[in-house]
């Protein structure tokens, strides 16, 4: 499978675009409840691609996942079953490609609090899906301009959590349901400014739960952002070497958003580099 099995928190990045990918459980320091143990542990991706046209093509994979619950429960691994279908495509001579995929997720054994107890213990409990869209475009409408967008719709949601049966339905902590990627890149090749390109980027989040609430606070939100990126650049040969020097700007609007934490994003920052290649 082309991809992990971390759809709920994917993210999209390029150049001027930054993101991070993240797969987080629940955690914590109680002792575990009695579980069966297990010694061994497996899993199957697999998947095919048929070529409808020379232009088209679509595919299916499958994937199964698993991710440690730590020491709290050594024998007892989260476990993932990930569905996506699609199609992809590259036309007018490779200038214009891209691909539309349905996906659906689903993950269980999930530690979770169990906010009845005086005392904090973590149960495995429950069942996640994540199921939605996504598409992917990348169009070079000339030699010198390059354009790439990313919009991904999903519903992420507690299926099942007997530790808190009242967050069932709700949004899954750390997920944004939607969210949209634009970059862009414009790169001059003739004239006296050879060499200069400039870049602009733009990312939206929606709404979104801060990780670790799911139990305690599952009605805080946090709410949806853009940020807005660009840079300049300009890029020369000396001798047998090339060089590139970059300046950005990120998050020029100096939005104030939160991650997918309970943490601050990154203010506007600016970023001056210098890159040689030989």
Same mark, same amino acid.
């Given at each position: 499978?082309?991809?992990?099995?971390?759809?709920?928190?994917?993210?999209?990045?390029?150049?001027?675009?930054?993101?991070?990918?993240?797969?987080?459980?629940?955690?914590?320091?109680?002792?575990?409840?009695?579980?069966?143990?297990?010694?061994?542990?497996?899993?199957?991706?697999?998947?095919?691609?048929?070529? *409808?046209? #020379?232009?088209?093509?679509?595919?299916?994979?499958?994937?199964?996942? &698993?991710? @440690?619950?730590?020491?709290?429960?050594? $024998?007892?691994?989260?476990?993932?079953?990930?569905?996506?279908?699609?199609?992809?495509?590259?036309?007018?001579?490779?200038?214009?490609?891209?691909?539309?995929?349905?996906?659906?997720?689903?993950?269980?054994?999930?530690?979770?609090?169990?906010?009845?107890?005086?005392?904090?213990?973590?149960?495995?409990?429950?069942?996640?899906?994540?199921?939605?869209?996504?598409?992917?475009?990348?169009?070079?409408?000339?030699?010198?301009?390059?354009?790439?967008?990313?919009?991904?719709?999903?519903?992420?949601? *507690?299926? #099942?959590?007997?530790?808190?049966?009242?967050?069932?339905?709700?949004? &899954?902590? @750390?997920?944004?349901?939607?969210?949209? $990627?634009?970059?862009?890149?414009?790169?001059?090749?003739?004239?006296?400014?050879?060499?200069?390109?400039?870049?602009?980027?733009?990312?939206?989040?929606?709404?979104?739960?801060?990780?670790?609430?799911?139990?305690?606070?599952?009605?805080?939100?946090?709410?949806?952002?853009?940020?807005?990126?660009?840079?300049?650049?300009?890029?020369?040969?000396?001798?047998?070497?090339?060089?590139?020097?970059?300046?950005?700007?990120?998050?020029?609007?100096?939005?104030?958003?939160?991650?997918?934490?309970?943490?601050?994003?990154?203010?506007?920052?600016?970023?001056?580099?210098?890159?040689?290649?030989?």
């Amino acid at each position: 499978s082309r991809r992990r099995h971390t759809r709920y928190w994917r993210d999209w990045s390029s150049d001027v675009c930054s993101s991070d990918l993240d797969l987080r459980a629940s955690g914590g320091q109680a002792p575990s409840i009695a579980v069966t143990p297990r010694t061994s542990f497996d899993s199957l991706q697999g998947g095919f691609a048929y070529r *409808v046209t #020379s232009a088209v093509n679509v595919f299916y994979s499958y994937s199964e996942s &698993i991710q @440690s619950n730590g020491a709290q429960f050594p $024998n007892n691994p989260q476990e993932g079953v990930g569905h996506e279908f699609g199609t992809r495509f590259e036309l007018l001579g490779g200038r214009l490609s891209g691909s539309v995929s349905w996906f659906r997720v689903e993950r269980t054994n999930i530690p979770r609090r169990d906010p009845n107890l005086p005392v904090p213990i973590d149960r495995l409990s429950g069942k996640e899906r994540s199921r939605g869209i996504e598409m992917d475009l990348f169009w070079f409408p000339i030699e010198s301009l390059q354009l790439v967008a990313n919009y991904t719709d999903m519903d992420p949601i *507690v299926v #099942s959590n007997t530790a808190s049966p009242v967050t069932q339905g709700s949004l &899954i902590d @750390s997920a944004f349901p939607r969210s949209l $990627n634009f970059f862009g890149k414009y790169t001059f090749k003739q004239g006296p400014v050879r060499g200069l390109h400039a870049t602009i980027g733009a990312n939206h989040r929606s709404s979104s739960r801060p990780y670790g609430t799911l139990e305690n606070l599952y009605l805080l939100t946090h709410p949806g952002y853009t940020t807005i990126s660009a840079g300049v650049g300009y890029a020369w040969k000396s001798g047998p070497n090339d060089w590139t020097v970059t300046m950005g700007l990120k998050n020029a609007t100096d939005k104030f958003y939160f991650t997918d934490t309970s943490i601050p994003g990154e203010r506007r920052v600016a970023t001056l580099s210098l890159r040689l290649k030989f």
